[in-house]
């Protein structure tokens, strides 16, 4: 075993007030299961892979919207009984502009011949996971309604997305297609349900045929409704991961799904009846199509 830092880079388009917020819920980008309580200075948590990769771990430095960092105080794989207790993952910010830079280092033991494997890891955790958290396309609305009744309407789709639905979205494991013939087809599957909290729909398929390059870019993304309370009233936080202002087709569906989000599905949770302007999809795809063509 060998002691190595390995360092990597990204700069996402948030501030570095929203960067720091996305950072510290590291259940939703770490790519571990993990346990314990909320991120703050000398809280504690446990990453795991399965039942035999583990680290027990502590918040030794918290600044916000500067920095982050943890020690492993205790770990173990069993296929090998490694151990890199000591280890230091460390997070800092800085300004770029309106951007910020996100610098992660790891900091401690590693097996001397798996440094191309430890780099490829941190790659992953903040090129790929971080990065589409963070950058990921959000949509937020705020309804008088109740966290069940929120709830329930996400799960009727083809009264708030789009009528050219099969299958089913209720249940956990249900699968269901959406398909404008000659625009677009996805299948997604429920892969979380959590009743009146949350829903994680997963693509399975997608052909985007407006795309020119990878017409399958959306397969493998998912979708996230996440419900919370503020007094009286319900927050549903929609995040499409991996919809990212790298991708080609950004633009549009960004234009697409704050329609979607905000005013049809809007619409129905508010009033129960699908929006007006669903009847008109179709020629909404179609100018969105256009427009996103025009500025290319």
Known sequence: MINTKYTVAIIVSKS??????????????????YIGEEVRLNSEFILKTGDGHFSKNKVIELVPDKKLAW???????????????GTKMIIELSPDGDNTVVKFTYDGI??????????????????????????????????????????????EVPKWWSKD?????????????????N??????????VIPNKK?????????????????????NTKMVFEITTAGDKTILLFTHEGLTPGKEWYAMCEKGWSIIIKNWLFHFIT???????MSKAAEIRNQILADNTQSK
Do not use: M
């Open 16 to 33: 570095l007030s929203e960067t720091f917020n996305h950072i510290i819920q590291l259940s939703k980008w770490w790519p571990e299961e």
């Open 71 to 85: 020690l492993a105080t205790a770990s173990l794989r069993k296929a090998d009984n490694f151990d890199w207790s």
């Open 110 to 155: 590693v097996l001397e011949n798996e440094q191309h494997r430890l780099a490829a890891i941190c790659d992953y955790c903040i090129k790929d996971k971080l990065y589409n958290f963070i950058e990921s396309f959000t949509a937020t609305i705020e309804v008088e309604k109740s966290p069940k009744d929120v709830f329930n309407c996400i799960t």
């Open 165 to 181: 639905f099969e299958g089913n979205s209720k249940e956990v494991h249900d699968e269901f297609v959406i398909r404008h013939p």
């Open 183 to 192: 625009q677009h087809y996805s299948k997604q599957k429920l892969v979380e």
């Open 199 to 219: 829903i994680t729909w997963l693509v399975e398929e997608s052909t985007l045929h407006w795309i020119e390059t990878d017409k399958q870019e959306w397969t």
């Open 271 to 277: 009033y129960g009846t699908p929006s007006p302007e």
